[in-house]
């Protein structure tokens, strides 16, 4: 089993918010399933987090909703709705037909 995991930062807490940042880390050394085209291109796999559960993703880690100290409502900082999904992927067929010199 390879694991490939997904980080999307939603515009807010929710999981149907709108994604603005990605990335993408592939366990399976490009042998498990690619992630599906952007509808525009750099743009994210999935508009939503929604989107991500309803292709089979796993969510693992939500945002932690912590409000900013008073006075700091307006800095700049972290993006703060992260969202960590995964799915694992069998790859004993692909090092099977590897051992077998196929």
């Keep these: 089993m390879r694991q490939q995991v997904l980080s999307l930062?939603?515009?807010g807490s929710a999981l149907d918010e709108n994604v603005i940042a990605w990335a993408f880390?592939?366990?399976?050394?490009?042998t498990g399933p690619a992630?599906?085209?952007p509808p525009q291109a750099?743009?994210?796999p999935y508009s939503t987090g929604l989107r991500a559960l309803?292709?089979?993703?796993m969510l693992i880690q939500s945002a932690q909703l912590i409000p900013p100290a008073p006075g700091q409502?307006?800095?700049n900082s972290y993006l703060e709705y992260e969202f960590?999904?995964?799915?694992?992927?069998?790859?004993?067929?692909?090092v099977n037909?590897?051992?077998?010199g196929e």
């Design 35 to 37: 992630l599906p085209d």
């Design 9 to 11: 930062w939603m515009a």
């Design 84 to 94: 960590i999904f995964e799915r694992r992927v069998d790859i004993s067929e692909e």
């Design 54 to 57: 309803q292709d089979g993703w």
């Design 97 to 100: 037909a590897l051992d077998l």
């Design 73 to 75: 409502e307006r800095e």
């Design 25 to 30: 880390h592939d366990g399976t050394n490009g």
């Design 42 to 44: 750099g743009g994210p």
